[in-house]
């Protein structure tokens, strides 16, 4: 992949660059940066949606890049979870839903994240929908305890914002707004503040891709009301951010520097044990990262040229 002489760490801000509006599903660039390292030493296959994003920063064909028998699907990817979930509900007991069941839920949960993480959403629909259906039957048509309810319903939430997600990164944004909702419903009925404020933090960066400034702000209002009284600095220092890129957006400069300052205040490079996962992917050198396309958003020429130092700067952290 050297033909533009670009370094591993040029490859990774190429292929976030080539993303476009799309670029908030990848990864950050630290884990972006240790995928392009791994294909680059053919350790795994490039997936269909990173062979596209190759394609589109070198101004190449697919099939010109790779050759035509270079696609490779990845060990343990979409396919593979989607029989192991199915498998899963067809075993799974018609009548009493006990702990087993949820653990079971649980770790199909998280596997799609992790899939989500590396691949992408727009392979995980089949998948994300198949679990979603079989939770949904486990509440319809099982008996279990309050307790048991109320995390299957927020499992519905969680898989329902995953949805979102995998639509949103196939650019079926109305099917993305639903599965949305239905999160932010699923939360409120489990009153999982956790799940209200993920969710209302995923649609602000919807309606700021779709161009709704305003839309987006209110939505991380609304998501840092919901985090009041138990979110750990790195939640904080997300919701900040989510401010911030608005207010660039809206061209509103200091409400900007006061957001980004307290994202950057909160901000702590080390996960705690009290951090949801969904915060994880939130690193120094993305947090600059994002810092840079506000910039660029508000863009006077002082603006960019700082836009450049940071991304300049977020680089050198991670080639270091």
Not at 176 to 195: P, S, T
């Amino acid at each position: 992949m050297g033909q533009r002489g670009w370094d591993k760490p040029e490859m990774a801000r190429r292929l976030a660059q080539a993303a476009g509006e799309a670029r908030s599903s990848l990864p950050d660039h630290e884990t972006l940066l240790s995928y392009v390292k791994r294909w680059e030493r053919a350790s795994v296959g490039i997936s269909e949606r990173y062979r596209m994003l190759y394609a589109r920063a070198f101004s190449m064909d697919e099939d010109e890049l790779f050759g035509v028998q270079s696609v490779a699907t990845p060990t343990g990817g979409p396919t593979t979870v989607g029989t192991s979930v199915d498998e899963f509900f067809s075993t799974a007991v018609s009548g009493r839903v006990g702990a087993k069941d949820v653990d079971e839920v649980q770790r199909a949960i998280q596997r799609l994240y992790s899939i989500d993480d590396q691949y992408g959403g727009g392979r995980l629909r089949d998948s994300v929908l198949s679990l979603l259906q079989g939770i949904q039957r486990l509440l319809r048509d099982g008996t279990y305890t309050e307790q048991v309810g109320s995390t299957l319903r927020s499992a519905v939430g969680h898989v329902s914002e995953l949805a979102g997600w995998a639509f949103f990164d196939a650019g079926d944004q109305e099917r993305a707004r639903r599965f949305y909702l239905e999160a932010l419903f699923a939360a409120q009925v489990a009153q999982d503040h956790r799940l209200t404020t993920l969710t209302l933090s995923s649609m602000s960066t919807q309606a700021y891709y779709q161009c709704h400034p305003q839309e987006a702000l209110n939505l991380v209002s609304a998501a840092s009301a919901s985090a009041r009284g138990w979110a750990t600095p790195r939640v904080r220092s997300m919701l900040a951010l989510r401010e911030a890129v608005a207010c660039a957006a809206s061209g509103d400069r200091s409400a900007f520097s006061n957001a980004i300052a307290r994202a950057r205040w909160e901000h702590a490079n080390t996960i705690e044990a009290a951090d949801p996962h969904w915060v994880e992917w939130l690193s120094d050198s993305e947090l600059t990262v994002q810092e840079a396309s506000c910039f660029m958003d508000l863009g006077e020429p002082e603006d960019l040229r700082r836009a450049e130092t940071l991304l300049s700067e977020a680089l050198e952290s991670t080639a270091s």
